[in-house]
């Protein structure tokens, strides 16, 4: 069974601060990661693709894969009141589909 | 039009009801899928297709009945619901398999009563 593990949260830091969101997964045949972002209510929004171990950053944004650890994750710097939601993260494993993780809420506070 | 549209956005229907929710793409891919997010849960994959083909069928209830007519149109009929079955059900749709970044639609809100 194929899983990607989050922890719910929520996971509470000062708006200026660095979050930091983890995800691990199960099966070492994974290809690529992605991290949703997903307000309360709304539809997940991609903000983050990770295909190759490292790290990749995109703005505040930045994505780390370790395919030896099995574990992926992202840092959200300079953490704004506007990035409180949940984050999904979700691996593709030489499937048809991605397999989500339960989702960790973040909650930025002034 | 852009990327993913769903419609209805809300839709409130009795269990005898039937009816389709709806979903478009307009971003030139080739595989679409169906998910389900009830309150507190994770989502759901309900079905996938690729070029028109349904490749996953993730041990759906018959009451939920997917139809995916070309590669930029995705349907789901409803009949006879349970309460149950009140969620955010989201449309997804990816260049091509599961390997690839799907992107969402804005979801459709059941309730049924």
């Known amino acids: 069974q194929k899983e990607v593990e989050q922890n719910s949260g929520p996971l509470s830091v000062p708006e200026g601060a660095i979050a930091s969101l983890n995800c691990t997964y199960s099966?070492?045949?994974?290809?690529?990661f992605f991290w949703y972002r997903q307000y309360s209510g709304k539809s997940p929004e991609l903000i983050m693709s990770?295909?190759?171990?490292g790290d990749k950053e995109d703005g505040r944004f930045t994505a780390q894969l370790n395919k030896a650890s099995q574990y992926v994750s992202l840092l959200i710097r300079d953490s704004q009141p506007s990035d409180s939601a949940t984050y999904l993260c979700?691996?593709?494993?030489?499937?048809?589909?991605?397999?989500f993780g339960t989702g960790t809420r973040l909650q930025v506070f002034p | 039009e852009t990327g993913v549209t769903q419609t209805p956005r809300h839709l409130v229907m009795g269990m005898t009801n039937k009816k389709s929710l709806k979903c478009e793409q307009h971003?030139?891919?080739?595989?679409m899928y169906w998910y389900k997010q009830s309150a507190k849960k994770p989502l759901e994959l309900m079905f996938v297709?690729?070029?028109?083909?349904?490749?996953e069928n993730n041990s759906v209830p018959s009451r939920f009945s997917p139809e995916c007519p070309n590669s930029s149109h995705l349907f789901l009929h409803l009949h006879t619901l349970q309460p149950e079955d009140s969620a955010l059900y989201l449309c997804?749709?990816?260049?091509?398999?599961?390997?690839?970044?799907?992107?969402f639609g804005p979801g459709t809100r059941l309730t049924v009563t």
């Open positions: 997804a749709s990816s260049q091509s398999g599961g390997r690839d970044e799907q992107y």
């Open positions: 099966d070492r045949g994974s290809q690529s």
């Open positions: 990770i295909y190759s171990n």
């Open positions: 979700a691996g593709a494993f030489n499937t048809d589909k991605l397999i």
């Open positions: 971003l030139g891919h080739n595989a």
């Open positions: 297709y690729n070029f028109k083909e349904q490749t």
